[in-house]
């Protein structure tokens, strides 16, 4: 089992910044990808940002430039750390971590936290 709880999501003004983290625990050797996904009332769940664990990184073009995601292996997180935040940036983020299945990578989802951006 893999488990994924998020943390650091709240209210920011917009420009502002915001860090948020994913602890993950289980069977943690075997993540191949980790990433943050967002979802706002109405629209579809998009990819936000990736990181592998060789540590090559991808974005959404709507956050590059903005957002970093990293990886601390000796706490078991990941974090998205948000700056210049939007008000179109608000969403519920939600950890994603990929694991080996028998018929290829199978995703792992946390429950997400509320980020709120005002204008």
């Known amino acids: 089992q893999l488990q994924l709880v998020e943390s650091g999501g709240g209210l920011v003004q917009a420009g502002g910044s915001l860090r948020l983290s994913c602890l993950a625990s289980g069977r943690i050797f075997s993540i191949n990808r980790m990433g943050w996904y967002r979802q706002a009332p109405g629209k579809q769940r998009e990819l936000v940002a990736a990181?592998?664990?060789?540590?090559?990184?991808n974005y959404a073009d709507s956050v590059k430039g903005r957002f970093t995601i990293s990886r601390d292996n000796a706490k078991n997180t990941v974090y998205l750390q948000m700056s210049s935040l939007k008000p179109e940036d608000t969403a519920v983020y939600i950890c994603?971590?990929?694991?080996?299945?028998?018929?290829?990578?199978?995703?792992?989802w946390g429950q997400g936290t509320q980020v709120t951006v005002s204008s």
């Open positions: 994603n971590a990929h694991l080996p299945g028998t018929y290829g990578l199978v995703g792992y």
């Open positions: 990181i592998t664990n060789g540590g090559s990184t």
